[in-house]
């Protein structure tokens, strides 16, 4: 198993803004790595909502993450992050840290990835 943890989920205003962090426990750089963010809402299925794939560094987005939220990677820390603004109440769920370790799959899907984190909730209040 490849642990992913993650951190910085919480409870915000909306409008406000919060970044979540995934670590792993391999380096993300050098081979072919896709990091992804999944979220789930209470009563809905997992929603895709952000990715990133190396080497490169090429991202991937949601519509609804377009232009509020952005993935990054500090290959040193073996971490990715999702820093989210403008967050709204539809933002509210548990977001998941995805990890898939070769090439292939589709970005979007849950079923392209290997490894997921534990999750971290996300509370915007209206």
């Known amino acids: 198993q490849v642990p992913l943890v993650e951190s910085g989920g919480g409870l915000v205003q909306a409008g406000g803004s919060l970044r979540l962090s995934c670590a792993a426990s391999?380096?993300?750089?050098?081979?072919?790595?896709?990091m992804g963010w999944f979220r789930r809402a209470p009563g809905k299925e997992h929603e895709f909502v952000a990715a990133i794939s190396w080497p490169g560094g090429t991202t991937y987005y949601a519509d609804s993450a377009k232009g509020r939220f952005t993935i990054s990677g500090d290959n040193a820390k073996n971490t990715v992050y999702l820093q989210m603004n403008s967050l709204s109440s539809e933002d509210t769920a548990v977001y998941y840290c995805?990890?898939?370790?070769?090439?292939?799959?589709?970005?979007?899907?849950?079923?392209?990835?290997?490894?997921w984190g534990q999750g971290t909730q996300v509370t915007v209040s209206s």
């Open positions: 995805a990890l898939r370790q070769t090439g292939g799959g589709i970005v979007m899907s849950t079923l392209s990835y290997q490894y």
């Open positions: 391999v380096r993300i750089s050098g081979i072919y790595m896709l």
